[in-house]
């Protein structure tokens, strides 16, 4: 019984050193290296080559390494029939949350302008308003819009989050529903994209979403890439609509130079880097989990493949 360690990002001696301390008698193989298949009955991985885990005959469960599991799903081999866990973990979300903080601050704090000025050799003083009248909008109230409200009610922020269903939360006007949607858009100057990728969320970030919101609101996109029409980001950019976006997903992966995104003065672009599991804590995740495998107890956070989240 052996458990399968795949990813090109993660480092896979972190990762073993961290779970072995958590569990012993764990055996850990890393990609490629498996020996036999046979022996294989946990996969953690992110971003496993396709049909790596469909070549596993005593596969039982899947544990991704990240929150988002969508490209997996997007795998026509992958086992229909396994539980998939994504990973839910306190340093995943508290590093998802800081970049939402700091794009935010970037454009309350107007250091797109300042940023702009100084390309342009222009010196030019701009002070901002108080952080109570930028209007902070979440699309997506799970566990990583959740957090991401509350880091940035503790710096004053006007917020408004808008789900699928409807939510309470503290010092949040919360939006449920497609009907609620318009009124959510309309009062938020900064929108903050965390919507898992479904179905319904599948190029929501269009024309018409962009026309709802005030001319010159910003987008911090950190959602999923297909959730993104780009062409449609490209011409609320150039119209004025929006005043600048920070996009860190994307359809492709890596962005190809040629993109448009590289070059355009009011898009901010990262690697998809906003969040990161840290070995030394998501392991007592990816470890509980395994003892619940083992003991014949439910997994947490199973993927519904229905909803795809």
């Given at each position: 019984m052996a458990l399968l360690f795949a990813s090109t990002a993660d480092d896979p001696e972190l990762w073993r050193r961290e779970l072995g301390r958590r569990l012993p008698g764990l055996e850990i193989r890393v990609h490629p290296e498996i020996g036999d298949p046979a022996d294989i009955d946990l996969a953690l991985v992110w971003l496993p080559p396709p049909g790596l885990l469909a070549s596993l005959p005593n596969l039982k469960a899947i544990l991704s390494l990240g929150a988002g599991v969508d490209a997996m799903l997007d795998d026509p081999t992958l086992p229909a029939d396994l539980p998939l866990c994504r990973l839910v973990d306190p340093?995943?979300?508290?590093?998802?949350?800081?970049?939402?903080?700091?794009?935010?601050?970037?454009?309350?704090?107007m250091q797109d302008l300042f940023a702009r000025d100084q390309r342009e050799r222009r010196w030019q003083l701009r002070l901002p308003a108080p952080a109570s009248s930028t209007r902070v909008g979440i699309l997506g109230l799970g566990v990583l819009g959740t957090d991401a409200a509350r880091v940035l009610a503790g710096h004053g922020f006007s917020l408004r989050g808008w789900s699928r269903s409807q939510k309470q939360l503290d010092g949040v006007a919360c939006f449920a529903g497609p009907a609620q949607l318009p009124a959510f858009l309309a009062q938020t100057d900064i929108l903050v994209c965390l919507l898992p990728l479904t179905a319904e969320t599948t190029g929501i970030l269009d024309r018409d979403l962009f026309a709802r919101l005030p001319k010159g609101a910003r987008l911090v996109h950190v959602g999923r890439g297909a959730q993104l029409v780009e062409e449609d980001l490209l011409d609320a950019l150039d119209r004025g609509q929006l005043g600048g976006a920070t996009v860190d997903v994307f359809v492709q992966e890596p962005l190809p130079p040629e993109h448009p995104f590289w070059a355009h003065p009011a898009i901010d672009i990262t690697p998809h880097a906003a969040s990161y599991s840290d070995p030394a804590v998501?392991?007592?995740v990816i470890a509980e989990n395994i003892r619940r495998f083992f003991d014949g107890r439910p997994l947490q956070h199973v993927v519904d493949r229905a909803r795809g989240y």
């Amino acid at each position: 019984m052996a458990l399968l360690f795949a990813s090109t990002a993660d480092d896979p001696e972190l990762w073993r050193r961290e779970l072995g301390r958590r569990l012993p008698g764990l055996e850990i193989r890393v990609h490629p290296e498996i020996g036999d298949p046979a022996d294989i009955d946990l996969a953690l991985v992110w971003l496993p080559p396709p049909g790596l885990l469909a070549s596993l005959p005593n596969l039982k469960a899947i544990l991704s390494l990240g929150a988002g599991v969508d490209a997996m799903l997007d795998d026509p081999t992958l086992p229909a029939d396994l539980p998939l866990c994504r990973l839910v973990d306190p340093s995943l979300t508290a590093t998802m949350s800081e970049y939402v903080l700091l794009h935010v601050l970037k454009y309350h704090r107007m250091q797109d302008l300042f940023a702009r000025d100084q390309r342009e050799r222009r010196w030019q003083l701009r002070l901002p308003a108080p952080a109570s009248s930028t209007r902070v909008g979440i699309l997506g109230l799970g566990v990583l819009g959740t957090d991401a409200a509350r880091v940035l009610a503790g710096h004053g922020f006007s917020l408004r989050g808008w789900s699928r269903s409807q939510k309470q939360l503290d010092g949040v006007a919360c939006f449920a529903g497609p009907a609620q949607l318009p009124a959510f858009l309309a009062q938020t100057d900064i929108l903050v994209c965390l919507l898992p990728l479904t179905a319904e969320t599948t190029g929501i970030l269009d024309r018409d979403l962009f026309a709802r919101l005030p001319k010159g609101a910003r987008l911090v996109h950190v959602g999923r890439g297909a959730q993104l029409v780009e062409e449609d980001l490209l011409d609320a950019l150039d119209r004025g609509q929006l005043g600048g976006a920070t996009v860190d997903v994307f359809v492709q992966e890596p962005l190809p130079p040629e993109h448009p995104f590289w070059a355009h003065p009011a898009i901010d672009i990262t690697p998809h880097a906003a969040s990161y599991s840290d070995p030394a804590v998501g392991a007592d995740v990816i470890a509980e989990n395994i003892r619940r495998f083992f003991d014949g107890r439910p997994l947490q956070h199973v993927v519904d493949r229905a909803r795809g989240y």
